[in-house]
């Protein structure tokens, strides 16, 4: 038997529908050039280049000093809960409840959560494609089924309510939706989310909103979806406009009727999320920590306004331009290149060819993945202006 390839027992059969993520075996690729002695220009995985800033820093090493590592409430700290229910009055105006809100190991447990207590066996549940891949394994994790829709640049790549009214059948549970979207970077438009929330509602189904990239919004205020109803349930996270991915925190909020269902399930699943990050968190919502990460914001907004032109002038055409999150979803059928339109291809030859890591469509979904990458702006401003320098040679 062959040890690496061959299982020693059987896998479940949700492991085979799970695809790897093609941005990672490009990274793995990037880090054995790297190792080989070739400098390479990441703008593929969607971490923010900036870290955690010292008054996080701080308050993470006080929390150590003082011993308080210990288990929390599965909810979270009850300080932090009434912090984050702060922040949505400060920053979106409206009224949260702190005992709405749960506190979770990062927003992909909080997404886990949501499905472990909404999806059954065989339940649908629309998103768009593309999206973000996990959305879909969260779903299939569950035993149900992510239905894809097909969603371009007319749509803003996002989900609509027409379609919700068009596709809704007696299988259909809900939808999961993110506003502002990886890959795209856009954010679904106020009155649309409403009407979608309303859609949904009328066929007694759930909504499920990713808001992880809402604080970094470029254009209008952005409008929380928990705007339109205590029956809507958000999601966001302290990895982005935070800047504290590997610290794995997040948190939902949801219905008050649910806090129960969600309370136990994150007892049996994952006890609690890290007392120490939730201990440092606390300090994102101070002022002055407030006023470095809009600082941030800025810097991720001028990189935005430098490199969608940029990818222009290199034959990509960007169909809607990003009003959020750090990315860019272009259009490669048109460049100057023999894989022009063959994304695999073309970022491959980019990497090896340019020294410049991007991303394939292929991800996101089945809509046109051969047609589009997606570039990630979370890296400094000079290497991006090096990135496209070293693509003008290459095209």
């Not at 479940?12 to 990037?30: H, N, S, T």
């Not at 695999?344 to 979904?365: E, I, N, Q, W, Y």
Request: charged share 20%; aromatic share 8%; proline share 6%.
């Amino acid at each position: 038997m062959n040890s690496v390839t061959e299982p020693l027992v059987r896998l479940a059969a949700r492991v085979d529908a799970i695809q790897p993520f093609y941005v990672m075996e490009l990274a793995k690729e990037a880090a054995l050039l790297e190792r080989e002695g070739r400098n390479i220009i990441h703008m593929g995985i969607g971490e923010p280049d900036f870290t955690a800033p010292e008054p996080v820093i701080e308050a993470a090493a006080n929390a150590m000093r003082r011993g308080v590592t210990q288990y929390t409430s599965a909810l979270g700290l009850h300080s932090l809960r009434e912090a984050i229910a702060g922040h949505y009055a400060q920053a979106y105006g409206i009224s949260v409840d702190p005992a709405r809100v749960v506190v979770t190991a990062g927003a992909s447990a909080a997404l886990l959560l949501a499905c472990a207590a909404l999806v059954d066996r065989d339940d649908e549940v629309l998103m768009p494609d593309p999206c973000y891949p996990c959305n879909r394994h969260f779903v299939a994790a569950m035993e149900g089924k992510p239905v894809l829709v097909p969603s371009g640049p007319a749509e803003r790549f996002q989900l609509t309510a027409a379609d919700v009214e068009s596709l809704w059948n007696e299988r259909t549970r809900g939808v999961l939706l993110a506003s502002p979207s990886n890959p795209t970077g856009t954010s679904i438009e106020t009155a649309e989310l409403k009407r979608i929330v309303e859609a949904v509602r009328a066929r007694g189904g759930f909504t499920i909103v990713d808001e992880i990239y809402q604080g970094l919004s470029y254009g209008a205020p952005p409008v929380s979806a928990l705007s339109y109803g205590d029956d809507v349930i958000t999601v966001n996270s302290f990895s982005k406009y935070f800047n504290m991915t590997g610290w794995r925190l997040g948190w939902l909020v949801v219905p008050p009727s649910l806090v129960g269902a969600f309370e136990k399930l994150a007892q049996n699943l994952f006890i609690c999320a890290s007392a120490l990050a939730q201990h440092a968190a606390l300090a994102c919502f101070e002022p002055d920590t407030l006023a470095i990460y809009e600082a941030r914001r800025l810097e991720f907004k001028r990189r935005r306004d430098f490199i969608v032109p940029a990818l222009e002038t290199l034959g990509f055409s960007v169909p809607v331009m990003p009003d959020g999150a750090f990315y860019v979803y272009a259009d490669c059928t048109h460049v100057t290149h023999a894989a022009a339109g063959d994304s695999a291809a073309l970022t491959k030859a980019m990497l090896h060819d340019a020294g410049v890591v991007l991303v394939p469509g292929m991800d996101f979904g089945n809509h046109a993945p051969r047609s589009y990458i997606r570039l990630s702006y979370a890296t400094a401003y000079s290497k991006l202006e090096e990135a496209v320098e070293r693509l003008r040679g290459f095209f």
